[in-house]
Antibody, heavy 121, light 107 residues
Framework: QVQLVESGGGVVQPGTSLRLSCVASGFSFSTYALYWVRQAPGKGLEWITTMSYDGHTVFYADSVKGRFTISRDNSRNTLFLQMNSLRAEDTAVYYC??????????????WGQGTIVTVSS | DIQMTQSPSSLSASVGDRVTITCRASQGISNYLAWYQQKPGKVPKLLVSAASTLQTGVPSRFSGSGSGTDFTLTISSLQPEDVATYYCQKYDSGPRTFGQGTKVEIK
C-alpha cells in the first residue's frame, strides 16, 4: 500500500522538544524529496521544511529555522522532524508529504494523515 | 522568497455557478503551480499540477490556467461536494510556499 504514516505528536510544554516520524511504504522512498507541512487550528497550510531525496539539500521556513531539524533514514524509509524550543504557535497538525524526484519537480502528490502537536502549559 | 497571494479569501456561490480563484506569485514561477483541495477535517488533495494538468479522477468541471505570475483555478459548475478550501502552491525551487487559501461555500 502506497502511503505515508506520521507519528510522534502529543501535548508538550513550551520550551520542550518533540520528534515526529513519517514512515513510507509502497514506493521508492530514496528517490523522492520529502516535506513537512503544518496547519494551525483554523488556519491555512504552511510549508515548513524540505529534504532532498539524498538528504544533501534542506530548506526551512523562517518560522522554524534554528529550532526544527529535518532528517531522513533511507534504509528505514523514514522521515523525521526534530522540534526543539517549542512555542504555543507551533500548535498544529503536522503532515509529511512526497514531492519532487531526483530529476523532476513535482507537487505534493501524497500526504500522510497528519499528527497533532499541541504546545501548552 | 517568492510570495503567493490568493483571492478572494472566501466566496459563496450557488450550485451551478462558475467560480474563479486567482493566485499571484511575486516573481515568475513558469508553470510550477499546483492547486489543492482540502475538505473540512480532511487531508489536502492535489487537484492540478503544472498550472493546468488535472490529476486523475478530478472532475472535468475543474480547470487551471496561467503561467509566470498569474494563475487561475476555475470550477465551471459548482457542486455541493466542492465545498472546501483551495490552496495554490509554487514548486519551482526553494520554499514550497502556499497561498493563504480560498474557502468556497454554497449560497
Amino acid at each position: 500500500q502506497v502511503q505515508l504514516v506520521e507519528s510522534g505528536g502529543g501535548v508538550v510544554q513550551p520550551g520542550t522538544s518533540l520528534r515526529l516520524s513519517c514512515v513510507a511504504s509502497g514506493f521508492s522512498f530514496s528517490t523522492y524529496a520529502l516535506y513537512w507541512v503544518r496547519q494551525a487550528p483554523g488556519k491555512g497550510l504552511e510549508w515548513i521544511t524540505t529534504m532532498s531525496y539524498d538528504g544533501h539539500t534542506v530548506f526551512y521556513a523562517d518560522s522554524v529555522k534554528g529550532r526544527f531539524t529535518i532528517s531522513r533514514d533511507n534504509s528505514r524509509n523514514t522521515l523525521f522532524l526534530q522540534m526543539n524550543s517549542l512555542r504555543a504557535e507551533d500548535t498544529a497538525v503536522y503532515y509529511c508529504a512526497r514531492g519532487s524526484t531526483m530529476s523532476v519537480r513535482l507537487p505534493f502528490d501524497m500526504w500522510g494523515q497528519g499528527t497533532i502537536v499541541t504546545v501548552s502549559s | 522568497d517568492i510570495q503567493m497571494t490568493q483571492s478572494p479569501s472566501s466566496l459563496s456561490a450557488s450550485v451551478g455557478d462558475r467560480v474563479t480563484i486567482t493566485c499571484r506569485a511575486s516573481q515568475g514561477i513558469s508553470n510550477y503551480l499546483a492547486w489543492y483541495q482540502q475538505k473540512p477535517g480532511k487531508v489536502p488533495k492535489l487537484l492540478v499540477s503544472a498550472a493546468s494538468t488535472l490529476q486523475t479522477g478530478v472532475p472535468s468541471r475543474f480547470s487551471g490556467s496561467g503561467s509566470g505570475t498569474d494563475f487561475t483555478l476555475t470550477i465551471s459548475s459548482l457542486q455541493p461536494e466542492d465545498v472546501a478550501t483551495y490552496y495554490c502552491q509554487k514548486y519551482d525551487s526553494g520554499p514550497r510556499t502556499f497561498g493563504q487559501g480560498t474557502k468556497v461555500e454554497i449560497k
